[in-house]
């Protein structure tokens, strides 16, 4: 095959980080002119017989159409993979990860992880690539991230709504093999409870929990003169409020200020509030559960 039809097979490529099948190849062009444009280094086999430009060999995206190429119907994108293809995090994972039926056998290459299992899976598709269900997707990352990173992504998920809770709590009963099973259950529970940030789960799992925190209300609705508030932890009886600051929303002055005033408006209608940091709750725990507990008797009617 001339020259020509090799550097035409290779600016084919190059205009876009689409791989190409074999038989895409050998279609339009042929064996001939895909093995001068193999030895020239401009093109490579990404993956058993599909193809992009050299260019393209370390994009997501080109990688992403190459695993779609090669497994067609059988796998679907998952974990953080699918997380960045719906949008949940701005910055493409540096590993594919796909989850294939467990009858599926191969060599992947570095920077493909593979997940089999034998359970039907549901495929939805975005960017043209086959995408694991949301709540699939989720569960994956809640496997494959550190226990603590886990937890927060899920619970943004939930919180962000790109997951139903009952979704997930459906898919995890069904599963008996998840990693730190229970753990998932308990943040789950927590969560359908009104937890809605890290610092609110280590809070409601490891400091105001037990008999006397049972009055407590999460994410209490309350109505001042001027504006609506949710209250992290509320105690009815003796009107006391408790916020968690997170470095996250309470850091900047303006936040602090408007914390100031939300403090002001609850008191104008007799609501106490008592304020913890992320290092409150993390690092002396049994100091914030005395502390509330206090105000609490002291606030109490007799």
């Known amino acids: 095959m001339s020259y020509a039809s090799t550097t035409a097979l290779i600016s ?5 980080p689409i791989a190409w099948s074999h038989a895409q190849v050998v279609e339009q062009y ?4 895909l093995t001068a444009a193999l030895q020239s280094r401009k093109v490579t086999m990404l993956l058993p017989h599909v193809y992009v430009a050299a260019r393209w060999s370390q994009d997501f995206g080109a990688r992403l159409s190459a695993v779609s190429k090669w497994c067609g119907d059988q796998a679907v994108a998952t974990g953080l993979t699918a997380a960045y293809l719906y949008g949940w995090v701005a910055v493409a994972p540096g590993r594919i990860e796909v989850l294939c039926d467990h009858s599926m ?89 009104g937890v809605q940030s890290y610092l609110e789960f280590i809070a409601a799992r490891d400091v ?11 994410q209490h609705q309350v109505r001042t003169a001027q504006h609506s508030y949710k209250l992290d932890f509320y105690h009815e009886p003796s009107k006391l409020a408790v916020e968690l600051d997170g470095s996250r929303y309470h850091s900047e002055d303006g936040a602090r200020r408007r914390d100031i005033e939300r403090d002001a408006e609850l008191a104008a209608i007799g609501i106490l509030t008592i304020r913890f940091s992320f290092q409150d709750v993390t690092e002396r725990g049994a100091w914030c559960r005395r502390k509330v507990l206090d105000a609490v008797r002291h606030r109490t009617p007799l």
Not at 211 to 217: G, K, L, T, V
């Open 30 to 33: 042929s064996i001939r002119t």
């Open 105 to 193: 056998r191969f060599r992947a290459p570095h920077w493909l992880r593979v997940r089999r299992t034998r359970l039907p899976f549901a495929r939805n598709f975005h960017s043209g690539s086959g995408v694991a269900a949301p709540a699939e997707a989720l569960l994956c990352c809640w496997s494959s991230l550190p226990p603590e990173r886990a937890v927060s992504f899920v619970i943004d998920a939930v919180r962000e709504n790109h997951v139903r809770i009952e979704d997930l709590d459906a898919l995890v009963r069904t599963r008996e093999r998840v990693r730190r099973r229970n753990e998932l259950l308990e943040l789950i529970s927590l969560l359908d409870t």
């Open 208 to 218: 105001f929990c037990g008999p006397e925190f049972a009055e407590f209300s999460r």
């Open 12 to 16: 084919r490529l190059e205009e876009s």
